[in-house]
Nanobody, 122 residues
Framework: VQLQASGGGLVQAGESLRLSCVAS????????VAWFRQAPGKEREFVTT????????AYADSVKGRFTVSRDNAKNSVYLQMDSLKPEDTALYSC????????????????WGQGTQVTVSS
C-alpha cells in the first residue's frame, strides 16, 4: 500500500480544512487508516483512526468534536475534515495504514504517506 496525503494549507483560527489520503494497492479496502501529526520540536502524536469499513473510529481528546474521519473505499481514500481549527493544530499531518484493526500506536502501522503541512494562524 502506498499513501499520498494532501489538502494541507495555511488557514486562520476557526476555519476548516479537509485532508485526503489516497492509497494505491488492492489491500487498501481491508486496511485500517490513521492520521498522525507532528508539530515542530514535538513528538508525533495520534489524531484519529478508522477501520476498514468506516464503522469504527477513534479520536485524540484534543480533536474530538472538531475533526471527523471518513473513508470511501471505492476511491481508495480516507478524509480528515478539520473544523474550528486552532493554532495548536499546526503540524505536519501524515496518514498511515495497517492491514488489521485500528490502533493509536504509530509503530503498529506498516505503511506511511509523506505528510501534508497544516498551519493555523491566530
Amino acid at each position: 500500500v502506498q499513501l499520498q496525503a494532501s489538502g494541507g494549507g495555511l488557514v486562520q483560527a476557526g476555519e476548516s480544512l479537509r485532508l485526503s489520503c489516497v492509497a494505491s494497492g488492492r489491500t487498501f479496502s481491508g486496511a485500517a487508516v490513521a492520521w498522525f501529526r507532528q508539530a515542530p520540536g514535538k513528538e508525533r502524536e495520534f489524531v484519529t483512526t478508522i477501520n476498514w469499513s468506516g464503522v469504527t473510529t477513534a479520536y485524540a481528546d484534543s480533536v474530538k468534536g472538531r475533526f471527523t474521519v471518513s473513508r470511501d473505499n471505492a476511491k481508495n481514500s480516507v478524509y480528515l475534515q478539520m473544523d474550528s481549527l486552532k493554532p495548536e493544530d499546526t503540524a505536519l499531518y501524515s496518514c498511515a495504514a495497517r492491514l488489521y484493526g485500528t490502533s493509536r500506536y504509530e509503530w503498529e502501522y506498516q505503511y506511511w504517506g509523506q505528510g501534508t503541512q497544516v498551519t493555523v494562524s491566530s
